[in-house]
C-alpha cells in the first residue's frame, strides 16, 4: 500500500546561513514519501542562490517580499502531500520526524493537526537544555473559550491534513501580529481533534533574530488581544455561538500593567489566581506551571521588569535573579 504523501514546507527570508541545514535536514528522511518545498520571501542574502542549488530534488518558488502568511500560503499551493509539516528556514528536522507524524495521523483519521516536541539549540547548531511540555489533545476549543489558550509549541512542530489547510488557507488578516502558527491552530480546534507527540523531532534554534523575543510590551498586548478576536473570529465562522473575552486571557491581563491602563490591583491578582487554575486544566507540568505564574507575577506587579523578562524567559531571568 502506498504511503501519503508528506510536504515539509519551508518559508524563508534571509535566513540563507541556515537554509541548507534545514533543506538537507528534510530531504534525509526515513519516510520514503517526502516532497520539500521551499518558499523565498524576497531574500537579499544568498538564499536564494542556496536553494537553486538543489534543482529539482526540492520545489523552489520565489516571490518579492510579502511576508509569511503569503509565503505559506503560497508555499501550500505548491505542494501536494495529503500531509503538510511547518518548518522554519533556521530549524532542522529530526530524521524521523515525517515518519513519526504520518503514523500519528494514520492512527486516527479524525485527527486535522499534530504538534511533537522541540530540542532547542543555539545558533552554532548546539544542543541547549530542553525540557518536554505538555501537548494538548482532543477536542481543545473548551480551552480556547475558558483560557484564550491551549498548549501547542512552535511552527516547526506542527502538521496538518491537507484538507483542513485547504479550509484554513488563505490565513484571514484578523488580527494584528498573529503568526501563521497561531491561525492555523486555533483555526485547526474547530475543524477537529488535534494530537500531540510526546518525542522531540525538531532542532528549534534560539539566536538573536528569532521573531518573538522581538516583540516590544505593546506588540505582545495586541497580539494576546488579536488571539481574542481570531477565536472568536473562527468560533462565529464555524457557527459555533461560544465566546471568549479578554478577560479570559490572563497573560493579557498581567501585560496591561505596562501600559497607561493597567488592570486593579485586585484583577492582577484574580489573574494569578486563574492562572494556577489555568495550568492545572492545561495539565501543565509543575515547572511550567511555576515559571508560568512567576513570569506574570513579575509583569503584573514589577513593570519595569517585564521587558528583561520577556526578552530572557522567565527561567533564564529566574536564574540571573537567583545569582545575584
Known sequence: MTKPLASILICNYNYGRFLREAIDSALNQTYP???????????????????????NRIVFLAQTNQGQRTAFGNGFDRSTGDIVLALDSDDRCHPHRVERVVAAFEADPAIVQVCHQ???????????????????????????????RYQWGVTSTLAYRRDALAVLLPIEPVADIIWIDTNATIGAAFLGPVAGINERLVDYRVHGNNM?????????????????????????????????????????TALRSMTDNPASVWRRLVGLARTLHESIDLRRAPIDSGLTLFSRAVISFAPSQAERLIGDGPGRYLRSVLRR
Do not use: C, H, M
Open 33 to 55: 514519501n517526502v516532497e520539500v518545498v521551499v518558499v523565498d520571501d524576497g531574500s537579499t542574502d544568498d538564499s536564494i542562490e542556496i536553494a537553486e542549488s538543489y534543482g
Open 118 to 148: 522541540r530540542q532547542t539549540i543555539d545558533e552554532d547548531g548546539n544542543p541547549l537544555q530542553s525540557r518536554n511540555v505538555r501537548i494538548s489533545s482532543g477536542d481543545v476549543t473548551p480551552a480556547l473559550f475558558r483560557w484564550a
Open 212 to 252: 518573538q523575543s522581538a516583540l516590544s510590551p505593546k506588540q505582545l498586548i495586541r497580539q494576546r488581544r488579536g488571539t481574542v478576536e481570531l477565536i472568536n473570529w473562527y468560533a462565529a465562522a464555524n457557527g459555533d455561538q461560544r465566546r471568549v473575552t479578554p478577560d479570559a486571557d490572563n497573560e493579557l
